[in-house]
């Protein structure tokens, strides 16, 4: 058995925000940003205000 340890790091972004110029650019230059670096990430946009008040 071998004592290598393995992490494995799985990353949920969450924008939150609705029609905002910004949030929609934030959103754009996460996704940039997981696909320059490979990342193993998932981008949600939170538009919901129900899901909003929730976080």
């Not at 959103?27 to 909003?52: F, G, H, I, R, Y």
């Amino acid at each position: 058995m071998s004592n290598d340890k393995y992490l494995f790091l799985y990353l949920i972004i969450k924008i939150i925000g609705t029609v905002y110029p910004n949030c929609k650019k934030l959103e754009q230059m996460c996704n940039e940003v997981v696909k320059e670096k490979n990342l193993d990430a998932q981008v949600n946009k939170v538009t919901d205000v129900n899901e909003v008040t929730c976080i």
